[in-house]
């Protein structure tokens, strides 16, 4: 199997960024293509959902509701060693503990492509690791602080847009049911893969403008940026192993775990905890862990989950 | 043409801060607002405004010398330090006093 297009359409959008081309998306278009993403993700995971839902997933929520108070606790400590101050930390801590809905739209289409069985109800995971990373960061820049306005806060989080699609899409594709969902089928079947081309394109253009910054924070992020996600790929494989998750679902968990967050994360910290630079945090997710993900992270999960498996973990 | 003072209180800051400035506009005494989505460059970089955390807004209030005083005071005190921020004030002339 060759390289996949939407892959090379994200290759592509870095290269024109780089080289500093004119080409530009108009921002209405991307926040068309993020919504009809989010939303088919949801619908596609309700539909399934309404159809083999059962009680073990309760469990099976809270253990990655557990993954996402770990992930950053660790990318925490991680960055403290790397002597990040501790306000900084936190906040990146928060976007690698969070989880990037782009990222787990590029590994549906690559384990579909691939004709890959994954559990119906990943988007409900996206949707549960979206937060905790969040207040966890919140806590581990201030403690408890009086002057945090939670209330304001927990609209923010608990309200995002991408929340809010996802959650939207999933109660829709549930109460529907596969007969009535039909005419819109094509969201999460034909129409999925030219929307996700356009989307990394302009991902492309967007990494590429954070790679710029790189250069002002130097080797240290990089390397955090990189070694952070095989972290996490390593821990959502092992736990989505332990959930008893399939294949395609373990690669999956990994790669979400692997993930960090560029959209909810950053408008949530920049409230919260606004002494903390928002440009560190943007330029490690963006800049190296979406694209490493994208073009490496995602098959060497999966070779991941297949050996883990193989080795009868 | 019979024209009356008020100052013009013009803000230009990171879209985060939406939600945050209007309710402290409305704390405040601001008799009203207008919003619009901004772009350019300062000290804290280029704000391109084709990102959601990367964009600015610009405010713009029309009210008495003593409230837009009060409101750029405010804004000061509990925004300059950490975000994106330029505030200015501006006389101007309306013809409707009793709407400002």
């Given at each position: 199997?060759?390289?996949?297009?939407?892959?090379?359409?994200?290759?592509?959008?870095?290269f024109?960024?780089?080289?500093?081309?004119?080409?530009?998306?108009?921002?209405?278009?991307?926040?068309?293509?993020?919504?009809?993403?989010?939303?088919?993700?949801?619908?596609?995971?309700?539909?399934?959902?309404?159809?083999?839902?059962?009680a073990?997933?309760?469990?099976?929520s809270?253990?990655?509701?557990?993954?996402?108070?770990?992930?950053?606790?660790?990318?925490?400590?991680?960055?403290?060693?790397?002597?990040?101050?501790?306000?900084?930390?936190?906040?990146?801590?928060?976007?690698?503990?969070?989880?990037?809905?782009?990222?787990f739209?590029?590994?549906?289409?690559?384990?579909?492509?691939?004709?890959?069985?994954?559990?119906?109800?990943m988007p409900?995971?996206?949707?549960i690791l979206?937060?905790?990373?969040?207040?966890?960061?919140?806590?581990?820049?201030?403690?408890?602080?009086?002057?945090?306005?939670?209330?304001?806060?927990?609209?923010?989080?608990?309200?995002?847009?991408?929340?809010?699609?996802?959650?939207?899409?999933?109660?829709?594709?549930?109460i529907?049911?596969?007969?009535?969902?039909?005419?819109?089928?094509?969201?999460?079947?034909?129409?999925?893969?030219?929307?996700?081309?356009?989307?990394?394109?302009?991902?492309?253009?967007?990494?590429?403008?954070?790679?710029?910054?790189?250069?002002?924070?130097?080797?240290?992020?990089?390397?955090?940026?990189?070694?952070?996600?095989?972290i996490?790929a390593?821990?959502?494989a092992?736990?989505?192993?332990?959930?008893?998750?399939?294949?395609?679902?373990?690669?999956?968990l990994?790669?979400?775990?692997?993930?960090?967050?560029?959209?909810?994360?950053?408008a949530?910290?920049?409230?919260?905890?606004?002494?903390?630079?928002?440009?560190?945090?943007?330029?490690?997710?963006?800049?190296?862990t979406?694209?490493?993900n994208?073009?490496?992270?995602?098959?060497?999960?999966?070779?991941?989950?297949?050996r883990?498996?193989?080795?009868?973990? | 043409?019979?024209?009356?003072?008020?100052?013009l209180?013009?803000v230009?800051?990171?879209?985060?801060?939406?939600?945050?400035?209007?309710?402290?506009?409305?704390?405040?005494?601001?008799?009203?607002?207008?919003?619009?989505?901004?772009?350019?460059?300062?000290?804290?970089g280029?704000?391109?405004?084709?990102?959601?955390?990367?964009?600015?807004?610009?405010?713009?209030?029309?009210?008495?010398?003593?409230?837009?005083?009060?409101?750029a005071?405010?804004?000061?005190a509990?925004?300059?330090?950490?975000?994106?921020?330029v505030?200015?004030?501006?006389e101007?002339?309306?013809l409707?006093?009793?709407?400002?």
């Amino acid at each position: 199997m060759g390289i996949d297009p939407v892959v090379l359409f994200f290759v592509f959008g870095l290269f024109a960024g780089l080289v500093k081309s004119e080409l530009k998306l108009p921002p209405a278009l991307y926040e068309t293509l993020s919504i009809i993403l989010l939303l088919a993700i949801g619908l596609h995971g309700g539909v399934e959902l309404a159809e083999q839902a059962s009680a073990a997933l309760l469990g099976q929520s809270l253990l990655v509701l557990g993954l996402g108070v770990l992930l950053p606790i660790l990318a925490f400590i991680l960055l403290r060693g790397l002597r990040f101050d501790r306000v900084n930390a936190a906040a990146v801590a928060a976007h690698y503990g969070s989880v990037s809905a782009g990222t787990f739209a590029v590994v549906v289409a690559y384990l579909a492509a691939r004709e890959i069985f994954f559990e119906s109800y990943m988007p409900l995971f996206v949707a549960i690791l979206e937060i905790p990373a969040i207040l966890v960061g919140i806590l581990l820049a201030k403690g408890v602080s009086r002057d945090t306005d939670w209330k304001e806060l927990g609209r923010e989080i608990f309200l995002g847009k991408s929340i809010m699609l996802l959650l939207g899409g999933l109660l829709i594709g549930a109460i529907a049911g596969k007969e009535a969902i039909k005419p819109l089928e094509p969201l999460y079947t034909s129409m999925f893969k030219p929307v996700l081309a356009f989307f990394l394109l302009e991902m492309g253009l967007i990494a590429s403008g954070q790679l710029g910054s790189l250069k002002r924070y130097g080797f240290k992020l990089a390397a955090f940026a990189l070694l952070m996600p095989l972290i996490g790929a390593l821990i959502g494989a092992l736990l989505a192993r332990f959930m008893g998750l399939s294949l395609g679902g373990t690669a999956m968990l990994a790669t979400l775990a692997a993930s960090a967050s560029y959209i909810a994360v950053p408008a949530a910290m920049r409230l919260a905890v606004p002494e903390a630079n928002p440009s560190l945090s943007l330029t490690a997710s963006l800049g190296i862990t979406f694209p490493f993900n994208i073009l490496i992270g995602i098959p060497l999960y999966l070779a991941l989950a297949e050996r883990l498996i193989a080795w009868g973990f | 043409m019979n024209a009356h003072n008020r100052t013009l209180l013009t803000v230009i800051c990171e879209a985060a801060l939406e939600h945050k400035l209007e309710a402290d506009l409305k704390n405040l005494g601001a008799p009203g607002w207008t919003l619009s989505d901004a772009r350019g460059s300062g000290s804290r970089g280029v704000r391109s405004a084709g990102w959601d955390t990367d964009g600015n807004i610009r405010l713009e209030v029309i009210c008495s010398r003593e409230i837009a005083e009060r409101i750029a005071e405010h804004l000061q005190a509990r925004y300059y330090e950490n975000f994106a921020m330029v505030c200015y004030l501006a006389e101007v002339e309306v013809l409707r006093p009793e709407k400002f």
